[in-house]
C-alpha cells in the first residue's frame, strides 16, 4: 500500500460582532494541490466560526486515515483538543458547554484520520492564516448568508448566555 502524502490545514474564522455576521476560511495543501473553503452565516460567533473552518476541511479529505496538520489561531479550538477539553466535555454530556452540535461533528469527522493541531498567533503575518482571515471576512459579507440553525437552538435554549 502507497503512503498517502500528509495534509496541511490552514484556518480561520470571523464574526462582525460576537454574535453577528460570521465567516471561515480553509486553506488545504496536498502535494502541490491547494484547495479553498469558506461560508458563512447571518449570526454566528466567532468561536462557532473557528471550530467550523477546521471541520470543513476536515470534511473535505477524500481518504480516511490521512495524516492532518491543523494550523489555527484559535486558542478554543487548539486547546479543546489538545488538552483534553473534549473529553471531558463529552463525558459530561457537555453541560453549560457551548458548541455541542459542531464539537460532535468535529469528533466524527477527526476520528477518521491523525490529526495534529498548531497553534499561531493571529494577525501576525503568517501567509496562510492572513489568507483564510481574508477568506472569512469576505464569506461573512457575502448577500443572504444563511442562518446559523446550531447556532440559534443554543440560543433558544440558554437565551440569556448568547456568546462563546
Known sequence: MTERPKIYLFTDGAASGN????????ILRC??????LSGGFRLT??????L?????????????NAEVEIWSDSSYVVNAVEKGWLEDWKRTGFKKKKNPDLWLRYDRVASRHR?????????AGHPENERCDRLAVEARSLPSLPEDEGYLAEIRENPLNLQD
Open 52 to 64: 467550523l473552518a477546521v471541520i470543513t476541511g476536515l470534511e473535505a479529505i477524500r481518504w480516511d
Open 31 to 36: 502535494g502541490a494541490l491547494e484547495k479553498e
Open 45 to 50: 460567533t466567532n468561536n462557532r466560526m473557528e
Open 19 to 26: 454574535p453577528g455576521l460570521g465567516g471561515y476560511g480553509a
Open 115 to 123: 490529526v495534529h493541531f498548531h497553534w499561531i498567533k493571529g494577525h
